[in-house]
């Protein structure tokens, strides 16, 4: 097995990983780590197969994506706690109630 079968096996994984959490949990704090998680998987396909291909496209790519989810925390944590401040809602479940 080659390194880059080896890193594309690891990242799908990390990707799995991301995936059960986002769909088995509950908490909207949790689910945003698991978000976050998916798209590490993602980051380390994209310099894998760079790597591989022997270009820089999926570096530069992948640094976007990283710029972008951190912005993505930052709104979607913000959000969470002012979900908790306003109505006491901690969980996933329990915010489809915010529409009353």
């Given at each position: 097995?080659?390194i ?8 799908i994984?990390i990707?799995?990983?991301g ?10 704090i949790t ?8 798209l590490?998987?993602v ?5 894998t ?6 270009k820089?496209?999926?570096?530069i790519f992948?640094?976007?994506i990283?710029?972008?989810?951190a912005?993505e925390?930052?709104v979607?944590l913000?959000?969470v706690?002012s979900?908790?401040r ?10 489809v109630h915010?529409?009353?």
């Open positions: 097995m080659t880059e079968k080896a890193y594309i096996l690891l990242s994984l990707f799995l990983i995936l059960f959490g986002v769909i088995v949990r509950k908490n909207l689910i945003l780590v698991s978000t976050e998680i998916m590490n998987g980051n380390l396909t994209l310099v197969v760079d790597k591989y291909l022997g820089v496209d999926g570096q992948s640094l976007f990283l710029t972008v989810a912005a925390v930052a979607g913000g959000l706690i979900i908790f306003l109505k006491g809602y901690e969980g996933s479940s329990e915010t915010l529409r009353d």
